[in-house]
């Protein structure tokens, strides 16, 4: 099957992001929006006149929003991952590295979850890398060696997101695509102690990054970091209108990254 994303040209997907907790009520809400898909190893050889790369602009991208915080002087994003999956000892990665996140938007970004999609030179995925920020701002990675498309993915929760959820049990990834429709969805359920609590997916129809997807995202979603902040407080306060149990924020792990 050909890669959905064999152009390596830098992509916008639109689609809903969708959340479900099912314990101890049913909450459940979906939100419409947008997110990158960058090709970095393809932007690091030329860069992209649709995308405002470590710039200013309405919508950009940044190197330092993302691993350590590195800026293009050292290599950026891109240079931090190369290492990370050396450090891990994964090989066989070297082909284009897509990065799914959000933009910055009048400079302003808050990334929840990024996912960087590891291919070799052939084209097939090798591992992916969940990079989470929480609201404290701490950040953390989970890597996910020898995945594929489809697979369900495993790793244990180590990392304080939400102070309704406690840092144990695990997470179940799933990671689909199709390039016959050219729509992309990243699935995230967290189960605790007790089994099954929270189910999370975002999903979108990939367009090429150009003038006409840049005026779409403007002008349905001119909001869209300020929502996604607004709509994580708002959650929280429902949820604790609900009386759902609430948790004590722990230390970072000692390890940036979880394998």
């Not at 907790?21 to 419409?32: D, K, T």
């Not at 969805?185 to 990939?206: K, N, P």
Request: glycine share 8%.
């Amino acid at each position: 099957m050909k890669s959905l994303f064999a152009d390596a040209a830098p992509m916008i997907g639109f689609g809903p992001v969708r959340h479900t907790r099912l314990r101890p009520r049913v909450n459940a809400f979906a939100y419409q929006g947008y997110f990158l898909m960058l090709p970095m190893r393809a932007l690091q050889q030329r860069a992209s006149a649709e995308l405002a790369r470590n710039r200013s602009s309405w919508l950009s991208f940044h190197d330092a929003d993302h691993g350590d915080g590195r800026g293009p002087e050292k290599g950026g994003a891109l240079a931090w991952l190369d290492e990370l999956l050396h450090k891990e000892g994964i090989a066989g990665a070297e082909g284009e590295v897509w990065l799914q996140c959000y933009p910055r938007v009048f400079g302003y970004t808050f990334k929840p979850v990024s996912f960087w999609y590891c291919h070799d030179r052939a084209g097939a995925l090798q591992v992916i890398v969940v990079e989470v920020n929480n609201t404290f701002g701490e950040r953390h990675c989970y890597l996910l060696p020898g995945a594929r498309y489809g697979q369900q993915l495993e790793a244990a929760k180590v990392f304080h997101v939400s102070p309704f959820c406690p840092v144990e049990g695990g997470y179940r990834f799933r990671f689909m695509h199709s390039a016959s429709t050219g729509r992309l969805v990243a699935r995230v359920d967290y189960d605790d102690a007790l089994g099954a609590l929270i189910q999370t997916s975002i999903s979108g129809q990939l367009e090429t990054l150009g003038q006409h997807s840049r005026r779409k995202a403007f002008w349905q979603y001119p909001a869209l970091t300020l929502g996604v902040v607004f709509r994580i407080h708002w959650q929280a306060l429902r949820l604790s209108f609900m009386r759902t149990p609430w948790f004590r924020k722990p230390r970072v792990p000692p390890s940036f990254v979880t394998r």
